[in-house]
């Protein structure tokens, strides 16, 4: 009944946090057609309240990293408003200018142009849910039931709820839902709150005030004059002029696959499969040979940040706020991505978004959008959060096994990077490189995988993929040559308080890459799993979680992975290790017991079951076979293939990869040590490797 406020900190925090509540209030179940419309509008509210919060991390300063206003509840049948907010730059900017959000909406309400982009959002995610009614995941079902029966929701079916949304929705008015704004946000509200910001303790990046000063931040933030946002002008179509439409030069048929590949004039390969796993889901991935290892180390970290600069910059003329409003009512959704070997795009849409999926694809690939300003906000986003996580045990940890494990070599992979290292992004190369990865199409080859009708897609891929620009070049990726050290090595790493450890173990090495030899060593990594966590977890009662990893890797160079983590108390390090150790020898001695090697066999075949009845694993499928040139004939007959491998076909791979040449064990331990861990594993120092 009165204004609350804490300011907690811890030394390892890794984020500053603002927090704010009003008090709980009665909520009913929504059981009639008159909740079912009041729910309605609530949803709108929030959901107009947080775009505004969404739009502001999106400026040249955003004031925060995040933030969210929701319905929280901490006891049944009760709701309190809460907001939090991430800080970007400084506490008390956060806080007015999320609670300047609150006071706008609860002066002024929202405006008509908001409205209607949420009201077309709405619309658009409940006719998907209706059109995937026959394909629903029973997840959803299970939610719905258990809502229905621990708080007395209705649950008439898709059916019915597509029905009220078609009639409801087009009837809601901006004065209902600036009415719903004042219901949550209201002046005897503001006088009544708990308020919390955590934070790191003795950190230097940002000022923690105290309890009584956080109160009067949050007071003057509530007596803040605001002025009501003004309508929205949202463009009608993603691109600004239409394409020159190529044409399609032939089309082959994999009839085993059940998919049809089209070659365009311009080259681009595009392969379709129409499926019915989904009633309304259309998967696009795009591919091509390149990646970050074909440029210098010097733009190592632009390249890691490309994606993120590019998307944080829109394209054509679209801010990614205005590219939002664009779509608003659509399903469709596209990003970039670069790895080390390829550059792609990953998208989805619904069926009758399609067009609007292709057309993302055309304005992504032809003009990426430059905006200083909004560049320098990302970066000083994330400046602040890198700052933050320095706190951070595990993090410093990571950092340090990273360089150890790669013998400091500068090519070696940002796992976190540093603000110096973000200081390295520089705007103009990031766009060169784009334009050079993104920027042509050549040796591109799009995979598109849903309820698609291929005769219906054939003018779109004229239309929107033949017309993207070439140069006629063929690229391809390159090894530049970065390899984990040689050699047995251990890293005793001390940082933290808290009592708790982390082992890490690493076995490595080249080997010729084939796919069976690719199979048995993943399957080397679950048969540990299971022992470990038998052995380690249910009879030693040593960690909680943990386990191993294991992989082959052909491009860009042949070689294996065998990875282990295993979390736990620092008394522990020692009988964990030298437990991983024993069923190493006992795998390479004995091989796996049959009933192990069963249960891992089992649990291949469910997965591939599952996977092979979803567009995602189809689309993954497809790329693995038709671009990278897998084995189809493997593929086919993979079932009878995970069947064959024996107890001595581990063993024996167990003995080739296991060969006591290449192995990282890292240990991270708390900077205070007990005496029985002194002894045992000898002290290390703070930062100490060995």
């Not at 970050?292 to 180390?297: E, Q, R, S």
């Not at 694993?617 to 024996?646: A, C, H, P, Q």
Request: one cysteine or more; a negative charge; glycine letters at 6%.
């Amino acid at each position: 009944d009165e204004p609350t406020t804490m300011v907690i900190t811890d030394k390892e925090a890794t984020n500053y946090l603002f927090q704010l509540l009003f008090s709980a209030r009665k909520s009913t179940p929504n059981a009639t057609l008159r909740d079912y419309r009041a729910d309605l509008i609530k949803e709108i509210f929030f959901t107009l309240l947080n775009r505004r919060m969404q739009d502001l991390t999106q400026t040249a300063t955003p004031p925060f990293v995040f933030a969210v206003a929701q319905a929280g509840s901490f006891a049944r049948n009760y709701d309190n408003f809460t907001l939090i907010a991430i800080p970007s730059s400084d506490i008390s900017s956060a806080i007015n200018a999320a609670v300047g959000e609150l006071v706008k909406a609860q002066e002024f309400g929202f405006t008509n142009s908001e409205l209607e982009l949420a009201k077309k959002q709405f619309l658009s995610g409940i006719e998907k849910a209706y059109n995937e009614r026959n394909t629903t995941e029973s997840g959803t079902l299970v939610g719905e039931y258990v809502r229905n029966f621990l708080t007395q929701e209705a649950m008439p079916g898709i059916e019915q709820e597509y029905k009220y949304g078609q009639e409801m929705i087009p009837g809601i008015t901006i004065e209902e839902v600036n009415a719903e704004a004042k219901r949550w946000l209201n002046k005897e509200d503001n006088k009544e709150y708990f308020a919390m910001v955590t934070g790191p303790s003795g950190g230097t990046q940002m000022k923690l005030p105290t309890d009584m000063e956080l109160k009067t931040i949050i007071n003057s933030a509530f007596d803040q004059k605001v002025a009501a946002n003004e309508e929205k002008t949202v463009a009608e179509n993603i691109l600004d002029k239409e394409p020159v439409a190529g044409k399609i030069v032939s089309e082959t048929t994999d009839k085993e696959l059940g998919a049809e590949t089209f070659t365009l004039s311009n080259g681009v390969q595009v392969t379709v499969k129409k499926t019915d796993f989904k009633s309304d889901e259309i998967v696009l991935t795009a591919v091509k040979k390149g990646g970050t290892n074909n440029y210098d180390v010097a733009d190592k970290v632009t390249t890691s940040f490309l994606p993120t600069v590019i998307e944080s910059m829109g394209y054509g003329e679209f801010t990614p706020s205005a590219l939002e409003d664009v779509i608003s009512g659509k399903t469709v959704g596209l990003s970039p991505a670069m790895d080390e070997i390829s550059t792609r795009l990953s998208g989805q849409s619904s069926v009758k978004d399609i067009e609007s999926l292709f057309q993302l694809v055309y304005l992504q690939l032809t003009s990426p959008r430059k905006d200083e300003a909004l560049f320098s906000g990302l970066i000083s986003k994330v400046r602040m959060q890198l700052a933050a996580l320095s706190n951070s045990p595990q993090i410093a940890f990571t950092d340090t096994l990273s360089k150890a494990l790669y013998n400091n070599d500068p090519r070696r992979p940002i796992q976190i990077p540093t603000v110096e290292e973000l200081d390295q992004v520089n705007l103009n190369r990031t766009l060169e490189i784009y334009k050079d990865a993104f920027g042509n199409a050549d040796g591109f080859h799009f995979f598109i995988v849903g309820n698609v009708d291929v005769q219906q897609i054939k003018p779109l891929l004229e239309k929107y993929i033949a017309s993207l620009p070439v140069k006629g070049t063929v690229p391809s990726f390159r090894d530049n040559g970065l390899r984990t050290v040689g050699g047995v090595k251990v890293l005793k790493f001390a940082k933290g308080q808290e009592p708790q450890s982390l082992v890490l173990s690493h076995y490595s090495g080249q080997m010729p890459y084939d796919e069976q030899t690719a199979l048995e060593v993943d399957m080397i990594g679950e048969l540990l799993s299971i022992r470990v966590i038998e052995e380690i977890r249910e009879a030693m009662g040593a960690m909680y979680s943990g386990g191993f990893n294991g992989a082959m890797v052909r491009d860009p160079y042949a070689h294996y992975v065998i990875s282990g983590q295993f979390p736990c108390g620092p008394e522990n390090v020692d009988a964990i290790i030298a437990k991983v150790d024993e069923e190493i020898a006992h795998i390479k001695k004995e091989g796996p017991s049959q009933k192990d090697l069963d249960k891992v066999k089992a649990a291949k075949l469910e997965k591939r079951r599952e996977g092979i009845r979803t567009n995602k694993y189809w689309n993954g499928k497809l790329e693995s076979l038709l671009f990278w040139n897998y084995s189809e004939k493997r593929f086919f007959d993979m079932d009878n293939l995970i069947n064959k491998v024996t107890v001595a076909d581990i063993k024996a791979t167990a003995n080739k990869i296991f060969d006591g040449k290449n192995s990282f064990t890292a240990i991270l331990y708390p900077e205070t040590v007990s005496p029985a861990q002194e002894q045992s594993s000898s002290k290390p120092q703070p930062g100490a490797q060995k």
